[in-house]
C-alpha cells in the first residue's frame, strides 16, 4: 500500500524552529518528485514547498521563502521540511504529498497523490 | 501567480441531486487541472486530473470538464459521503507556483 505518513509537528514559540519528516511506503521514493501543502485552521490548501526527485531542485512559496529548507534522503524514504523563524501565520496541518504524473495529446500534467494524513504546527507564546 | 476561483463558495444539495462546482482559472492554463475531495480531519483525496481524467477508484458519478479558463466538477447523483468541501488546483505552473481554488463546501440541505 501506498502511504505517507507525516510527524513532527507540535507547539512551538514565535520565532522558533521545527522540522516536520515525512516517512514513504509502498513506492520507489526516489523516483518522485514530493509538496509540502498547508491548511491553517478552517481555511483552505495552501501550497508550501517542492523538491524533485533527487534533492536537485526545490521550490518554496513566497510566505516561507528563506525561512523554511526542503529536503528529502531516499536512503531512508523520507521527506523533510525544516521550519524556522516560525510565525503565528505558519500554524497550519502540514501534508506531504506524492507528484504524479503523465503524459497525453503532447502534454505533461501533474497531480498529487497520495496525500499524508498531516500533522498540526501550532505556532504561539 | 495563477488565481483560481471556485463557485460557489458553499452550495447545500440532496441525496440524489446532480450538483456542479465551478472553477475559473485567472489565465489560460489548457487542461492543467485537478480536483480533490476533504472530509474534516482527513487529508485531501484526488478525485479528477488532467481536467477530466477519474483517478481510479472513484465512483463514476464524479466527472470533470473544461479547459483554458473555465472547468467544471460534476456530481450526478449525490451520495451522503459526498458531503465534503471540494479544491480545484492548477498545475500549469508547476512548481512555481501550484494554486489552489478557495475550496466549496457541500452540504446537506
Known amino acids: 500500500e501506498v502511504q505517507l505518513v507525516e510527524s513532527g509537528g507540535g507547539l512551538v514559540q514565535p520565532g522558533g524552529s521545527l522540522r516536520l519528516s515525512c516517512a514513504a511506503s509502498?513506492?520507489?521514493?526516489?523516483?518522485?518528485?514530493m509538496h509540502w501543502v498547508r491548511q491553517a485552521p478552517g481555511k483552505g490548501l495552501e501550497y508550501v514547498s517542492a523538491?524533485?526527485?533527487?534533492?536537485?531542485?526545490?521550490y518554496y512559496a513566497n510566505s516561507v521563502k528563506g525561512r523554511f529548507t526542503i529536503s528529502r534522503d531516499n536512503s531512508k524514504n523520507t521527506l523533510y521540511l525544516q521550519m524556522g523563524s516560525l510565525r503565528a501565520e505558519d500554524m497550519a496541518v502540514y501534508y506531504c504529498?506524492?507528484?504524479?504524473?503523465?503524459?497525453?495529446?503532447?502534454?505533461?500534467?501533474?497531480?498529487?497523490?497520495?496525500w499524508g494524513q498531516g500533522t498540526l504546527v501550532t505556532v504561539s507564546s | 501567480d495563477i488565481q483560481m476561483t471556485q463557485s460557489p463558495s458553499s452550495l447545500s444539495a440532496s441525496v440524489g441531486d446532480r450538483v456542479t462546482i465551478t472553477c475559473r482559472a485567472s489565465?489560460?492554463?489548457?487542461?492543467?487541472l485537478n480536483w480533490y475531495q476533504q472530509k474534516p480531519g482527513k487529508a485531501p483525496k484526488l478525485l479528477i486530473y488532467?481536467?477530466?481524467s477519474l483517478q481510479s477508484g472513484v465512483p463514476s458519478r464524479f466527472s470533470g470538464s473544461g479547459s483554458g479558463t473555465d472547468f467544471t466538477l460534476t456530481i450526478s447523483s449525490l451520495q451522503p459521503e459526498d458531503f465534503a468541501t471540494y479544491y480545484c488546483?492548477?498545475?500549469?505552473?508547476?512548481?512555481?507556483?501550484?494554486?489552489f481554488g478557495q475550496g466549496t463546501r457541500l452540504e446537506i440541505k
Open positions: 504529498a506524492r507528484d504524479l504524473s503523465g503524459c497525453s495529446g503532447g502534454s505533461c500534467y501533474n497531480w498529487f497523490d497520495p
Open positions: 509502498g513506492f520507489t521514493f526516489s523516483s518522485y518528485a
Open positions: 523538491i524533485s526527485s533527487n534533492g536537485g531542485s526545490t
Open positions: 489565465q489560460s492554463i489548457s487542461s492543467y
Open positions: 488532467a481536467a477530466s
Open positions: 488546483q492548477q498545475s500549469y505552473s508547476t512548481p512555481s507556483p501550484i494554486t
